[in-house]
């Protein structure tokens, strides 16, 4: 296994050091737990959906009183 240094700022890490969940535990665990978190937490989204996602951005978007009146809707606010 080869391994390198890297350079922190104590207060990232003070942050890393309050993520151990025992005391010999290794910074490379912490940091490969933080990664795998995010993975689970975002989820990688498909070329399409991205695509998808950028058209609904720069459809024009109208009031809601507006869609409420072209929907024919009634809301009690």
Do not use: H
């Not at 940091?31 to 951005?57: C, H, S, V, W, Y």
Request: net charge positive; no cysteine.
């Amino acid at each position: 296994m080869s391994v390198t240094t890297i350079q922190l700022e104590k207060d990232t890490l003070n942050k890393l050091k309050a993520f151990k969940e025992y005391g010999r535990e290794s910074y490379n665990e912490v940091i490969n737990k933080l990664m795998k978190f995010k993975e689970i937490a975002e989820p990688k989204l498909t070329g399409q959906t991205n695509k998808d996602i950028d058209e609904a951005r720069k459809e024009k978007s109208i009031p809601l009183s507006e869609a409420i009146k072209e929907l024919g809707v009634k809301i009690d606010l």
